[in-house]
């Protein structure tokens, strides 16, 4: 099954000139949904996470039933107060302006394997910062993942780990 057969294309949103790829056709179909979560699981076992990390909001899609799949827990990377309890939180900047990432303060024990998932690799900034913000929670994070991948941005060049992805559009 060709996945990319149910990515859909929205040109001009959220603004002019920009083509966003809509993954909600994707999970709209049950039969894609399947095969993409199996693929993400092949990809991402054998880095042998212990738990799987999402980042707000549409990695909360792609983490948690991939983490239900594999038998691991999951945790969420936040926006700024959305998150109970003791957090921490990384600000980092991105292309026009900034932003705040926050993961509660026992989400990880010090040393467990997780490996970081969204639902697209676009200029990288976001996934960096989770990657950078696990690390400060005391996680070891040996790679992380996507369903797409806009090569033609260069975010993978902004991450220290691999980045495994099922999608890569290079325009």
């Given at each position: 099954m060709d996945l990319r057969d149910h990515i859909r294309g929205i040109p001009d949103f959220p603004k002019?000139?920009?083509l966003f790829y809509d993954i909600s056709t994707l999970l709209r179909h049950g039969p894609a949904w399947r095969a993409a979560m199996a693929r993400l699981?092949?990809?991402i076992g054998p880095y042998r996470p212990q738990l799987l990390a999402g980042i707000e909001s549409r990695?909360?899609?792609?983490?948690?039933?991939?983490?239900?799949?594999?038998?691991?827990?999951?945790?969420?990377?936040?926006?700024?107060r959305k998150l109970p309890g003791a957090t921490i939180g990384l600000d980092y900047?991105?292309?026009?302006?900034?932003?705040?990432?926050?993961i509660q303060a026992d989400a990880v024990v010090p040393g467990q394997r997780v490996v970081l998932l969204d639902d697209?690799?676009?200029?990288?900034?976001t996934m960096a910062a989770g990657v950078k913000l696990l690390r400060q929670a005391g996680a070891?994070?040996?790679?992380?993942?996507?369903?797409?991948?806009?090569?033609?941005l260069g975010g993978r060049s902004?991450?220290?780990?691999?980045?495994?992805?099922l999608l890569r559009y290079d325009e």
């Amino acid at each position: 099954m060709d996945l990319r057969d149910h990515i859909r294309g929205i040109p001009d949103f959220p603004k002019p000139g920009i083509l966003f790829y809509d993954i909600s056709t994707l999970l709209r179909h049950g039969p894609a949904w399947r095969a993409a979560m199996a693929r993400l699981a092949g990809l991402i076992g054998p880095y042998r996470p212990q738990l799987l990390a999402g980042i707000e909001s549409r990695g909360f899609l792609v983490a948690a039933p991939l983490a239900l799949e594999l038998g691991l827990g999951f945790i969420m990377l936040r926006k700024p107060r959305k998150l109970p309890g003791a957090t921490i939180g990384l600000d980092y900047a991105l292309e026009y302006g900034s932003d705040r990432i926050e993961i509660q303060a026992d989400a990880v024990v010090p040393g467990q394997r997780v490996v970081l998932l969204d639902d697209l690799l676009a200029t990288g900034g976001t996934m960096a910062a989770g990657v950078k913000l696990l690390r400060q929670a005391g996680a070891v994070v040996p790679a992380t993942a996507a369903m797409i991948e806009l090569t033609f941005l260069g975010g993978r060049s902004r991450l220290d780990v691999p980045c495994e992805t099922l999608l890569r559009y290079d325009e």
